[in-house]
């Protein structure tokens, strides 16, 4: 089995350099044509201020693994008239939306709506027996790269269905991720310029860099992708058409806010001034903490991101 792997990751090295523009290439495979498609929509709770609804619909993308096919997410939306919609991507290996759910509904209350997506391989879309998000990012950089590409397109098909399905006005489109979700998000930012307001949490730019930082999250994928050879310059060249600061201009500088943490061994702070930096400059607020601690802030988080959004998506109205 060594043997087969080592030979497999020889042939994905022996692809990649063969290509003659790798960013093209991932251009190319973000690229979604709109469809029709069916979708499954039921009411889950209702307060005051907003009603949640439970939302099943067909990936774009089709993999190997049957649950992943499914993207499943979470409406929350005011009561009364919305035009404005925001989808929310989740972090990495949470059990559940609970902390993106916390947002959307802030949003909501705030009146904007908020559509909480699952990533590729999270939740229900996880096959059995598998932690949630393990195989969306891991030392196998294929599934990986195809994970990422999937993600792209998920969020393009669900920004469809808010505007076709949900009645959301094309220009009051915004999208906000934490953690692995933030860095998805600056990624469709800086390639989907339907998106017209983006916020990002504790996500940086130069993304290879966080494999190898030896941070609790990545230190296992670091030592898998080293027993395979790979080095950090190899790893900068595979993941450079996946990175936002590839992509990224100073002309979607307006519309983006950026929060990090002061102490972040997860993504350092200087990742995250890199994906600033590539926009030209954005609005980015430092909490004190790390990854994990800066969660004691929560309450004002929340109340800069959707202040953010409702300045960039409703003081139009």
Partial sequence: MRRLSALTWILFLA????????????LRAFAYEPVKFETKFEKRLERDKWTQYKVEFPSPTVTDTES???????LVVPKGKWTAAV???PIWKGGGPNLELMVARRLAEDGVAGFVMALPYQFERSPEGKRSGALTVSSDLERTRQSVIQAIRDVRRS????????????????IMGISLGGHIAALAWAVEPKFHAAVTVLAGGNIHELFWNESDETKEIKEE????????????????????VTYATKERKQGLLLIGSKDDPVVPIRNVRALRDAFGGPRLIVFPGNHYSVIVAM??????????FR????DSE
């Avoid at 692809?15 to 991932?26: I, K, S």
């Fill in 87 to 89: 989808i929310v991507l």
């Fill in 68 to 74: 992943n096919n499914t993207v499943h997410g979470h």
């Fill in 299 to 308: 309450g004002d988080i929340l109340g800069d991101v959707s202040a953010h």
């Fill in 225 to 244: 992708l080293q027993a395979k050879g790979v080095t950090l310059e190899q790893l900068a060249t595979l993941m450079k058409p996946y990175d936002a």
């Fill in 311 to 314: 300045k960039e998506l409703l």
């Fill in 159 to 174: 920004a469809q269905w808010l505007v076709e399905d949900r009645g959301a006005d094309p220009k009051r489109l915004g």
């Fill in 15 to 26: 692809a990649v350099a063969r290509a003659e523009d790798p960013t093209a290439e991932a």
